[in-house]
């Protein structure tokens, strides 16, 4: 691979030796560039050939021509804006014994935020897993600390932490002393079944401990209480006494371990990591903002704690997979001559629940190997959630200056006379949801939210807490993430992409294609926000983004849009189909050519993409229907809402996504049979598009001799038939619970019937 690649800053001239190391492709890339160069003349060519042959007023299928121009244009355009992902693919690697022979003594302090909404669809168990994972990193214990957001305010999320902030003394030792991988406990005795056998006498007592320790938490859930006697034992489950609900409760925050009490330590006599416990107060009147308002108190409550210069953040679902991931991102913002332009290093999402063939198409390989490498190559990645490092000044709000640098120092907050007790009572204002009225936190994303805030700084906590200029994660986007990197790029900060071998979180994936299509149209619909939104990438971005950086997040922001261009698509060459008008040239014209090269060069392209990036041909099959699915379906509804949310008609909403699903749907998940098991209307969508193609496609087989002038309208109505397959099984030969209801099925072959039976006859 080597000789194929620039490799930048081995060894500048003076000798010095750099933390990390960028790799950009450059035979590759050139030739996927000429390749790019020709497939852009075969859209051109399809554009003129749409564009001068237009059928003449009053002749038959004007407007179904026009229409197609349309689409083609789309398409054509929106395959431009993606041509900057892969523009410039850029590697990077780090050296972390350079960063360790240099900083050891001096690494600075990290907080890592996990965040947990809701324990009957987030398990208690899985978040202290995550949590444990995080808190067996390799790095020094008394520099990091891990803190719980929990927005459901459970109890039971508690007990489950505190449970963990016991079994963490025996856990991380033995992590330590095993070199454990992945050191989240659950994915760890899953993967371990070979063992040394010096190993196998402390595996088998830590894997009791961590079994009785499941046992009564799993009880406590089961119960939905917490056993009376443990409940005495512990003064934290105090403070639910004045609790009436999830959405109307106070500040509820526990420092499980350390803080100014360093006394806590593990069974091997060493410091633990500091582990607290938050739920912020959340009243019905006051906005909580979601995930954003629940880092942003995560923000202001750590900077009384502990003050970590680092900030990491995961969801309650997204263990640590690689035990140096801490260390890895240092090597990004400690190197002394790039570390400072450096904001985030975003690692890519990894799920460890993808089947083979990725039914729901939720690996995102293609994304994690190709695209955001490409945005890497630009200026930096966009910030999407989770695994990613930030610095906390900048994530403040801070203004990037070429001179600064950053001050790796260590800083006691606070005073060092005040008792735990005495710190918990006075953060808690902190993560009052009264705190932010009238300051900069979260502040304006436009659209509605914008003119109802005001932008003096005149409360006194603000002040107080130095918080000025700062404003932490943005609100009223679905997208958080992306909004805050984006205005972060724009202030003129770098991001990095790192995506190591061993990868470095794995989470959940959505197991049914429900939660799939909702989970897309959250994301799409954030991401159309942000384009209609003051941070739009295309006007606020325009001179503070390279432009092709502007270009990568406009594809994204597009999703929503895309819609459209699909759905006509999808059925509209099959109405045709069905009159007899051909829509596209016949095979024994010149023009065909184009279409016929297109088509076959981009599949071609794509397919070979993702199997370079370690994918299986079913599964991009599999990749391609979801695409379709997601885009007549979820984009669709996301464009609506947002015109809706425009038109003051609708608010943002936030549905999280469900991580636990019954036996027999995860059984299904594992045999990659989709889940449907409902009369959603994202289903009626897909399932009538399906039976229209079906309909029209078993007529014009058997009128071949008809419509046989028309190849390509025919061979587009059957792929499209093929790539449904699995519907018309849900639809008529499956009995199990996931597939489609009868009225769905119903419903779908009276509205396919009546739309050919009028378009034939009406127009
Ligand atoms: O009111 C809320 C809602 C969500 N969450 C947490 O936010 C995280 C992400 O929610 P999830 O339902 O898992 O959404 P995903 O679509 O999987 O999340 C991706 O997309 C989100 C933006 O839509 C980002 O916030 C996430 O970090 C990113 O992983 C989870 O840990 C939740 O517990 C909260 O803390 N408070
Ligand atoms: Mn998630």
Same mark, same amino acid.
């Given at each position: 691979?080597?000789?194929?690649?620039?490799?930048?800053?081995?060894? /500048? &001239?003076?000798? !010095?030796?750099? =933390?990390? @190391?960028?790799?950009?492709?450059?035979?590759?890339?050139?030739? +996927?560039?000429?390749?790019?160069?020709?497939?852009?003349?075969?859209?051109?060519?399809?554009?003129?050939?749409?564009?001068?042959?237009?059928?003449?007023?009053?002749?038959?299928?004007?407007?179904?021509?026009?229409?197609?121009?349309?689409?083609?244009?789309?398409?054509?355009?929106?395959?431009?804006?993606?041509?900057?992902?892969?523009?410039?693919?850029?590697?990077?690697?780090?050296?972390?014994?350079?960063?360790?022979?240099?900083?050891?003594?001096?690494l600075p302090k990290v907080d890592i935020?996990?965040?947990?909404?809701?324990?009957?669809?987030?398990?208690?168990?899985?978040?202290?897993?995550?949590?444990?994972?995080?808190?067996?990193?390799?790095y020094?214990?008394?520099k990091m600390?891990?803190?719980?957001?929990?927005?459901?305010? /459970? &109890?039971?999320? !508690?007990?489950? =932490?505190? @449970?963990?902030?016991?079994?963490?003394?025996?856990?991380?030792? +033995?992590?330590?002393?095993?070199?454990?991988?992945?050191?989240?406990?659950?994915?760890?005795?899953?993967?371990?079944?070979?063992?040394?056998?010096?190993?196998?006498?402390?595996?088998?007592?830590?894997?009791?401990?961590?079994?009785?320790?499941?046992?009564?938490?799993?009880?406590?859930?089961?119960?939905?209480?917490?056993?009376?006697?443990?409940?005495?034992?512990?003064?934290?489950?105090?403070?639910?006494?004045?609790?009436?609900?999830?959405?109307?409760?106070?500040?509820?925050?526990?420092?499980?371990?350390?803080?100014?009490?360093?006394?806590?330590?593990?069974?091997?006599?060493?410091?633990?990591?500091?582990?607290?416990?938050?739920?912020?107060?959340?009243?019905?009147?006051?906005?909580?903002?979601?995930?954003?308002?629940?880092?942003?108190?995560?923000?202001?409550?750590?900077?009384?704690?502990?003050?970590g210069q680092i900030i990491l953040?995961?969801?309650?679902?997204?263990?640590?997979?690689?035990?140096?991931?801490v260390?890895?991102a240092l090597?990004f913002f400690m190197?002394?001559?790039?570390?400072?332009?450096?904001?985030f290093v975003?690692?890519?999402?990894?799920?460890?629940?993808?089947?083979?063939?990725?039914?729901?198409?939720?690996?995102?390989?293609?994304?994690?190997?190709?695209?955001?490498?490409?945005?890497?190559?630009?200026?930096?990645?966009?910030?999407?959630?989770?695994?990613?490092f930030h610095r906390r000044d900048i994530l403040?709000?801070?203004?990037?200056?070429?001179?600064?640098?950053i001050?790796w120092?260590?800083?006691?907050?606070?005073?060092?006379?005040?008792?735990?007790?005495?710190?918990?009572?006075?953060?808690?204002?902190?993560?009052?949801?009264?705190?932010?009225?009238?300051?900069?936190?979260?502040?304006?994303?436009?659209?509605?939210?914008?003119?109802?805030?005001?932008?003096?700084?005149?409360?006194?906590?603000?002040?107080?807490?130095?918080?000025?200029?700062?404003?932490?994660?943005?609100?009223?986007?679905?997208?958080?993430?992306?909004?805050?990197?984006?205005?972060?790029?724009?202030?003129?900060?770098?991001?990095?992409?790192?995506?190591?071998?061993?990868?470095?979180?794995?989470?959940?994936?959505?197991?049914?294609?429900?939660?799939?299509?909702?989970?897309?149209?959250?994301?799409?619909?954030?991401?159309?926000?942000?384009?209609?939104?003051?941070?739009?990438?295309?006007?606020?971005?325009?001179?503070?983004?390279?432009?092709?950086?502007?270009?990568?997040?406009?594809?994204?922001?597009?999703?929503?849009?895309?819609?459209?261009?699909?759905?006509?698509?999808?059925?509209?060459?099959?109405?045709?189909?069905?009159?007899?008008?051909?829509?596209?040239?016949?095979?024994?014209?010149?023009?065909?050519?184009?279409?016929?090269?297109?088509?076959?060069?981009?599949?071609?392209?794509?397919?070979?993409?993702?199997?370079?990036?370690?994918?299986?041909?079913?599964?991009?099959?599999?990749?391609?229907?979801?695409?379709?699915?997601?885009?007549?379906?979820?984009?669709?509804?996301?464009?609506?809402?947002?015109?809706?949310?425009?038109?003051?008609?609708?608010?943002?909403?936030?549905?999280?996504?469900?991580?636990?699903?019954?036996?027999?749907?995860?059984?299904?998940?594992?045999?990659?049979?989709?889940?449907?098991?409902?009369?959603?209307?994202?289903?009626?969508?897909?399932?009538?598009?399906?039976?229209?193609?079906?309909?029209?496609?078993?007529?014009?087989?058997?009128?071949?001799?008809?419509?046989?002038?028309?190849?390509?309208?025919?061979?587009?109505?059957?792929?499209?038939?093929?790539?449904?397959?699995?519907?018309?099984?849900?639809?008529?030969?499956?009995?199990?619970?996931?597939?489609?209801?009868?009225?769905?099925?119903?419903?779908?072959?009276?509205?396919?019937?009546?739309?050919?039976?009028?378009?034939?006859?009406?127009?």
């Open positions: 691979m080597r000789g194929k690649e620039e490799r930048e800053n081995m060894r /500048s &001239d003076d000798g !010095y030796l750099p =933390l990390f @190391e960028t790799r950009r492709e450059r035979v590759r890339v050139m030739a +996927y560039r000429v390749f790019a160069t020709t497939v852009f003349v075969g859209i051109a060519l399809i554009w003129v050939y749409r564009g001068s042959h237009i059928p003449g007023a009053g002749e038959d299928g004007r407007l179904g021509w026009i229409g197609m121009f349309g689409a083609e244009l789309w398409f054509g355009l929106y395959w431009v804006l993606t041509q900057s992902l892969r523009w410039n693919r850029t590697f990077r690697f780090t050296f972390k014994d350079r960063l360790s022979k240099r900083y050891e003594n001096e935020f996990v965040c947990t909404a809701d324990p009957s669809i987030e398990p208690p168990m899985m978040v202290i897993n995550t949590v444990l994972s995080v808190m067996a990193y390799d020094p214990p008394e600390s891990v803190y719980l957001s929990d927005d459901g305010g /459970s &109890d039971l999320t !508690y007990y489950a =932490l505190l @449970e963990a902030s016991f079994f963490s003394k025996h856990w991380i030792p +033995y992590c330590k002393k095993f070199k454990v991988e992945p050191r989240s406990p659950a994915a760890y005795f899953l993967s371990h079944h070979h063992h040394q056998s010096d190993e196998s006498q402390d595996l088998a007592s830590i894997k009791k401990l961590y079994e009785d320790m499941e046992d009564r938490i799993t009880n406590a859930v089961k119960l939905e209480r917490i056993p009376e006697n443990i409940r005495l034992k512990h003064k934290g489950f105090s403070q639910w006494n004045s609790f009436s609900s999830r959405k109307d409760h106070d500040t509820i925050i526990q420092i499980l371990i350390g803080g100014r009490d360093m006394a806590a330590k593990d069974v091997e006599g060493c410091t633990l990591p500091t582990l607290v416990y938050l739920a912020r107060e959340k009243r019905p009147q006051h906005p909580h903002n979601f995930k954003a308002g629940a880092m942003n108190a995560l923000i202001r409550v750590s900077s009384e704690i502990s003050k953040n995961v969801d309650c679902d997204m263990y640590s997979n690689n035990s140096h991931s260390r890895d090597c190197d002394e001559e790039k570390g400072h332009e450096i904001a975003q690692f890519p999402q990894n799920f460890d629940n993808v089947t083979k063939n990725e039914i729901y198409a939720s690996s995102f390989r293609v994304m994690s190997d190709v695209e955001f490498p490409g945005l890497d190559g630009h200026g930096g990645p966009l910030y999407i959630g989770t695994g990613c403040c709000g801070a203004k990037f200056s070429k001179e600064s640098r001050q120092r260590r800083e006691n907050v606070g005073n060092v006379e005040e008792s735990v007790g005495e710190l918990e009572e006075r953060v808690k204002g902190l993560a009052s949801c009264g705190f932010e009225d009238n300051t900069q936190w979260g502040r304006e994303v436009s659209l509605s939210l914008s003119l109802s805030l005001t932008h003096t700084h005149t409360q006194k906590g603000y002040l107080k807490h130095e918080f000025l200029p700062k404003m932490g994660l943005k609100y009223g986007c679905p997208v958080e993430d992306v909004i805050t990197g984006l205005s972060i790029q724009c202030k003129g900060w770098k991001s990095i992409f790192y995506n190591p071998a061993r990868k470095g979180f794995l989470g959940v994936a959505p197991t049914s294609l429900d939660q799939t299509l909702v989970q897309h149209k959250r994301w799409s619909e954030g991401d159309l926000q942000i384009l209609l939104s003051k941070y739009s990438p295309a006007w606020y971005g325009l001179g503070k983004l390279s432009p092709c950086l502007q270009m990568g997040y406009i594809t994204y922001c597009l999703w929503a849009p895309n819609c459209f261009a699909t759905l006509y698509y999808s059925f509209v060459p099959s109405l045709y189909l069905l009159r007899g008008i051909p829509l596209f040239p016949q095979v024994s014209n010149p023009w065909f050519i184009p279409f016929a090269y297109v088509i076959i060069a981009q599949y071609t392209h794509s397919l070979v993409e993702f199997l370079q990036c370690s994918g299986t041909v079913l599964g991009w099959w599999n990749n391609q229907r979801i695409w379709l699915y997601k885009r007549t379906t979820s984009y669709l509804f996301a464009f609506l809402d947002t015109m809706l949310l425009l038109a003051g008609f609708s608010e943002t909403t936030f549905i999280v996504t469900n991580k636990v699903s019954d036996p027999d749907v995860s059984q299904r998940y594992e045999q990659e049979l989709m889940e449907f098991g409902s009369a959603a209307p994202m289903f009626s969508i897909l399932a009538t598009l399906a039976m229209l193609n079906l309909i029209i496609f078993v007529v014009s087989v058997v009128k071949r001799s008809v419509f046989g002038i028309m190849d390509m309208q025919i061979v587009l109505c059957g792929v499209l038939v093929l790539i449904n397959l699995p519907v018309y099984k849900a639809l008529f030969l499956r009995k199990d619970k996931g597939k489609l209801p009868s009225s769905v099925a119903a419903k779908s072959v009276l509205l396919g019937l009546f739309v050919c039976t009028c378009f034939v006859f009406l127009f």
